[in-house]
């Protein structure tokens, strides 16, 4: 099983839907979790980190389960400029070392 | 004013030269990153240094050395560059848990 594994999409919805990401990780005893947007040819930037009992930001709400081992990022009225990929990141105990998923492409359609 | 910066942002090269990535961050940070990032978007970290000392050493090929002379520098010298190495490195800082990414240097080597 990957460190971190996230479904790469493309995610095609329309302007305004609701659309939702998971991202699953192995090590049972991660504490930090991050979802970070990288627009194409850019760096990748921090949207949100995710705490356990779960947080908001607008339009964008970041759960953790622990029972599960996922994280999940979703999108409310979804905008063009949400168009981006998506990668989730983990900090395993104990170290420095932030293990990312290969992303989730999301492309909002007019 | 540029956090994280890297340079030079795209380099072309041939099989077997040498070439060096530099990285700069005016954030204050303690840890510095070097990620690579392959053609299918999969971020991967190589290194990371703490106040000057190396704390990540992953699986990297020994002709990639990272060398930071000050906390606030980190610089990536690549050896006997490969076709494998054509990839987007992108250099990291970060002080708590949040990373902030440099624009990444577009590395082809043919």
């Known amino acids: 099983r990957k460190e971190v594994e996230q479904d790469p999409g493309p995610f095609n919805v329309p302007e305004g839907a609701t659309v939702a990401f998971n991202c699953t990780y192995s090590n049972s005893a991660s504490q930090s979790f991050f979802w970070y947007r990288q627009d194409c040819r850019k760096e990748p930037k921090l949207l949100m980190s995710v705490y356990s009992s779960g947080n908001e930001d607008g339009r964008f709400t970041a759960q953790l389960n622990r029972a599960s081992q996922y994280i999940s990022l979703l999108i409310r009225d979804s905008k063009l400029s949400d168009s981006a990929t998506y990668l989730c990141a983990v900090n395993p105990p104990g170290t420095y070392k932030y293990i990312f998923g290969t992303g989730t492409r999301l492309k909002v359609l007019a | 004013d540029t956090a994280v910066s890297q340079t030079p942002k795209y380099l072309v090269t041939q099989m077997g030269n040498d070439k060096s990535i530099k990285c700069e961050q005016n954030l204050g940070h303690d840890t510095m990153y070097w990620y690579k990032q392959d053609s299918k978007k999969f971020l991967k970290i190589m290194f990371s240094?703490?106040?000057?000392?190396?704390?990540i050493n992953e699986t990297v090929p020994n002709r990639f050395s990272p060398k930071s002379p000050d906390k606030a520098h980190l610089n990536l010298h690549i050896n006997s560059l490969e076709l494998g190495d054509s990839a987007v490195y992108f250099c990291a800082s970060s002080q708590s848990e949040t990373q902030y990414f440099g624009p990444g240097t577009r590395l082809l080597v043919l």
């Open positions: 240094y703490n106040n000057k000392e190396l704390i």
